[in-house]
């Protein structure tokens, strides 16, 4: 009722489990979907990576009972642009599905970050010599289309800052922090803010938390 109220949005669909929520997308083609994590049948994890697969896929938005679910980081990598909480208000979750939908993360930068924090030691452990050096030239053939800017830039996303905080910080214009934003996203691939921070962790431009 609260989707279907909005003038620029309409419920095209809904679906009981992930194969059907596949079904669904498939034949409704919406732009956004609302998908939840822990479904029968096909978890949400899962029906977001084969949704990525798919040409032109909508933006996911996870729905989670708890802002550290232990899948949400996984949905993420799946390919979900951002994650909200089931008890969310309705200006809220109309608000994160504008975000999403515009391309931008669902939730602040500071909540992405202490969101990945929690994650983080599930990434692959660069604690042993071999580890670490096969990460660093991983990183380093990675983030090689980059420029110095750019990975300040990166580097600044990673750690939870604003766009008027990298600009304070680096001595930019506001819309320069949007513009090395934009070639970051595209010489990386990436889809949004959310996936430059998990870039930013996975690479070790950003430490980890102790």
Do not use: C, W
Not at 14 to 28: M, Q, R
Not at 56 to 77: G, I, N, S
């Amino acid at each position: 009722m609260v989707l279907d109220a909005q003038a620029d949005m309409t419920v095209v669909g809904e679906a009981g489990d992930g194969a059907a929520a596949l079904d669904a997308i498939g034949a409704t083609r919406p732009d956004v979907v609302l998908m939840d994590i822990r479904m029968p049948r096909l978890d949400g994890v899962e029906a977001t990576r084969r949704l990525q697969e798919r040409d032109d896929p909508a933006r996911v938005l996870v729905l989670t009972t708890f802002d550290l679910d232990e899948y949400v980081y996984a949905a993420l990598k799946a390919g979900a642009s951002g994650f909200l909480l089931k008890d969310a208000g309705p200006a809220e979750l109309l608000f994160a599905i504008r975000a999403v939908h515009a391309g931008d993360a669902a939730m602040a930068p500071s909540t992405t970050r202490r969101m990945l924090e929690r994650f983080v030691p599930d990434l692959p452990d660069a604690g042993q010599e071999n580890a670490a050096a096969r990460q660093r030239r991983a990183a380093t053939a990675r983030l090689a289309p980059l420029t110095d800017r750019e990975r300040e830039v990166l580097e600044a996303v990673g750690r939870g800052l604003t766009n008027s905080e990298i600009a304070a910080e680096l001595f930019l214009a506001e819309a320069t922090v949007k513009t090395h934003i934009g070639r970051v996203l595209h010489k990386l691939g990436l889809r949004d803010r959310v996936h430059m921070v998990i870039t930013a962790y996975e690479t070790g431009l950003v430490g980890r938390p102790e």
